[in-house]
C-alpha cells in the first residue's frame, strides 16, 4: 500500500504507530521499503553516517538532492521525507520555499523536514503553502549543536518544556503535517502526542509518540561512532560485515576464491590453439 500525508495522518487516529527510517541510497531504500517501512527519512545524518562528517553542518544541497533521488529511484510504497540541509532555509522565506521545491522536483522526495519551532513558523508556513508536506523536527535540533553546546536530552525544565508544547503546536498551527521529537524525556512526548493533532514521531522520546524513526545504522550497529541511549540494535550488521570483507580477504591469498563455479569456460580445442 501507498503510503500518503493522509495515510499517515489516519494512523494517528487509528492508533496505528508510523515506521520510519532513514536510508540514503538505492539498494538499501529498496530493502527497508520492500520491507513495508510507512516512510524513508533522507536525513541530514548523511553527513555523519555516510559522508564522516563529524556534524550535519557541512551537508549541501547538492548532497541531499544527489541521495533523495537515489532513495527514490528505489522506493514503490514508502514515503520519502528529505531532510533541508543547514543554511537552506534559515536564512530566508525564499530561500525555504526554494529550497524545499528543489527536494521535491530534483529529488523526487514527497515531503521535506527542517529543524525548529516556533521561529521556523513563518518557513513551514510558506513551504506548505507552497502545497510541499512539511514535517517540524524539535527538542534535540543537530544543527544547532553550536548554539545548544553539544547533544543534550531537550525539555527537562518547566520553562523548557513549557517551550517544547509551544513549538508542537506552533508548527501543528503552521501547517506542518508531523513534526519529529528528539531527545525528549518520554512523559513530555506523550503529552505533546496528545496535545496535538499531527503526528508525533519520536527518536528518543519513549512509546508515547506516534511513530518511531531510527538511522538505520544505529539499529544495525553499522556506525562505529557515539552510539546515543535511545538505540536499540536489531542486528549486529557491523559484525556481519567485518567477519565477510576477512573471509574473501582470506580465501582470496589462499586460492580458494574464485573457484571453478565463478569462471566463464570456452572451448578447449581453442585455448590449445593459443599456446
Ligand atoms: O537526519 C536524521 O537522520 C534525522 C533523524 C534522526 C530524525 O533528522
Ligand atoms: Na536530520
Redesign the pocket.
Known sequence: MKNTVSTILEQKNRKDKIT?L?AYDYSTAKLIDEAGVNSI??????GM?MLGYED?LSVTMADMIHHTAAVARGCKDAFIVA?MPFMSYQTSIYDAVFNAGRLMKEGRAHAV?L?GGEKMCPQIKAIAEASIPVVA?IGLT?QSVNAFGGYKVQGRDEEAARQLIQDAKAVEEAGAFAV?L?CVPDKLASLITESIHIPT?G?GAGAGCDGQ???YQDMLSMYGGFKPKFVKCFADVGEMMTAAFKQYIKETKAGIFPGKEHAFNMADEIIEKLY
Open positions: 520510519m532513514t527519512l533522507v536525513g541530514d545524518s548523511l553516517v550535519t531532510d523536514k529543524e523536527h543537530p519529529v528528539e514521531i527518536i524513526v531510527l538511522v
